[in-house]
């Protein structure tokens, strides 16, 4: 499970700050957020899509605390749309609802997503709505809810580790959705998530079953061969065929094994983050994997 | 959780026939099992009743291969509900769809189970439907929800450690059911259930707020202090009156704590087991229990 204290960290503005003034953490960043501008994101789309591996584009960016910022975001997801279906065709891109307003006003918020949702029609790019805390859970998926009718296309993240996704997922009767199923990696309560390790990887077992008996298309994002092998195994118990479902692991993570399984015909999406505000999203993924941590320390002393 | 050896035994003949047969392990079996008749029962009943304990009486038996034997069951159902509500008013009955034949027949077993909700409201005696293996878990629901829009009063068993039992409880929509929760005591798959013994414990509480908040008169079964405690809290924290919802224990253990809840207001129910077919209910409390064993142990070879 995720490291606690580096969740926290993640949340620290002053480790952010510093962090983020500090160039010697450059290579490291690198290594998992494909670069500080759409430019540089850009050229890693390409570059994986010549080896037959989509992208789902990640502006890195945080929850805002007024209505009004959340115009800055849309003016970028907008940009971005533009320009990300030429690049990459296929490509999708990854909606935070906490950087369209979420935690402010669900129905301006709602308003936000679905002038996405016509941009990604428009420009023939999917879009992915990501799952935060469990803070935002509620709203999201009532979000989701409301718009699926109109653009059944969409994708939304769902949580393996929180005790109500299978719930949340046959809540969703009449239009079967498009989902993207993870583990979860925020700080939850056990009151909300279960915390066992073992646990949560034996519930995205059982939750990657449904999906594939119930649900049209559905992504796995997870990087833990366990959980692979089994979605392979059950797709193929089912009678499905390896375009039938998809893979999806963040960049830089496991490289190899998402060449390997384009190699063998099972269709894989990278998680492409970009930007500057690359900070919390990577204490993240140090959190998951804290032996990482010790390269971040040593770039950020200059070891 | 359970210890798998003992559940095995717990399916074993032989170990049965061994077991039954030896008179030396009369005063065990008379620890968690009211009595070898109906009789015995109804005087551990009214013995309850006097200390302000109700009853819920279950008919010792396991599942039948013959859809013909089933009558034999409902005989004795029969039977016992004629008196049940004379001896102890309040009291309800558990009913065992295996008895009735839901792995033979399962429209016979609906008919069955029908024809005794309907002679529990002649002779008031409320009906709890037990929930047994997973196996016979969607004939189970199935049969339940047919049955619920006309007999609304049924309480149904739900086990926690289930993965998909929130989700079950939230496919009864229209009409809330009365439920009893229990943490589950069946050797089930990881595929199916939570393995670990505290991540189930956080189940059963994450349920139990659930079940407060959204269903009337639930029933905690369990004799976990830390389930007890949190039930309270939280149905305190709800605004709920003790008396709107009710602890389940099974006739023998903590008996202290049993009367340490009705003294502090809260309604509890002995689940209260009888008959010959003793065996394998009692393996069962040993496989939660392992430290019981060597009684049982001792009791057999006469130590």
């Given amino acids: 499970?995720?490291?606690?204290?580096?969740?926290?960290?993640?949340?620290?503005?002053?480790?952010?700050?510093?962090?983020?003034?500090?160039?010697?953490?450059?290579?490291?960043?690198?290594?998992?957020?494909?670069?500080?501008?759409?430019?540089?994101?850009?050229?890693?789309?390409?570059?994986?899509?010549?080896?037959g591996i989509d992208v789902s584009l990640d502006l890195l960016g945080e929850s805002v605390d007024d209505i009004k910022e959340t115009e800055a975001a849309m003016q970028e997801y907008r940009a971005a749309m533009e320009d990300l279906g030429k690049v990459s065709p296929g490509a999708t891109i990854a909606i935070k609802l906490s950087q369209l307003g979420v935690?402010?006003?669900?129905?301006?918020?709602?308003?936000?997503?679905?002038?996405?949702?016509?941009?990604?029609?428009?420009?023939?790019?999917?879009?992915?709505?990501?799952?935060?805390?469990?803070?935002?859970?509620?709203?999201?998926?009532?979000?989701?809810?409301?718009?699926?009718?109109?653009?059944?296309?969409?994708?939304?993240?769902?949580?393996?580790?929180?005790?109500?996704?299978?719930?949340?997922?046959?809540?969703?009767?009449?239009?079967k959705p498009r989902i993207r199923l993870v583990k979860g990696a925020f700080d939850e309560p056990a009151s909300v998530a279960i915390q066992d390790a073992d646990e949560v990887t034996q519930q995205y077992k059982y939750l990657s079953r449904w999906a594939l008996e119930n649900l049209p298309d559905p992504a796995f994002g997870t990087h833990d061969d366990q959980c692979i092998d089994y979605v392979k195994q059950v797709a193929n118990e089912l009678g499905l065929g390896r375009e039938d479902f998809e893979f999806q692991m963040l960049y830089g993570i496991r490289r190899e094994?998402?060449?390997?399984?384009?190699?063998?015909?099972?269709?894989?999406?990278?998680?492409?983050?970009?930007?500057?505000?690359w900070y919390p999203y990577l204490m993240r993924r140090m959190a998951e994997r804290p032996a990482n941590l010790l390269l971040f320390l040593r770039s950020l002393v200059g070891g």
Wanted: aromatic fraction near 10%.
């Fill in 1 to 51: 499970m995720p490291n606690r204290l580096l969740l926290r960290a993640a949340n620290s503005q002053r480790l952010e700050a510093f962090a983020t003034g500090n160039r010697l953490t450059r290579p490291l960043v690198h290594r998992y957020v494909a670069g500080y501008t759409v430019e540089e994101a850009w050229k890693a789309a390409e570059e994986l899509k010549r080896d």
């Fill in 103 to 175: 935690f402010i006003n669900t129905e301006q918020c709602a308003q936000n997503l679905e002038e996405l949702l016509r941009a990604g029609e428009h420009y023939d790019v999917g879009i992915e709505v990501d799952m935060e805390h469990s803070s935002a859970g509620r709203p999201t998926l009532e979000i989701f809810r409301q718009l699926l009718a109109q653009f059944p296309k969409a994708r939304q993240a769902f949580q393996a580790y929180m005790r109500s996704t299978l719930a949340d997922l046959m809540s969703f009767k009449d239009i």
């Fill in 257 to 277: 094994l998402q060449q390997e399984l384009v190699n063998q015909g099972y269709r894989v999406r990278v998680y492409l983050p970009y930007g500057d505000r």
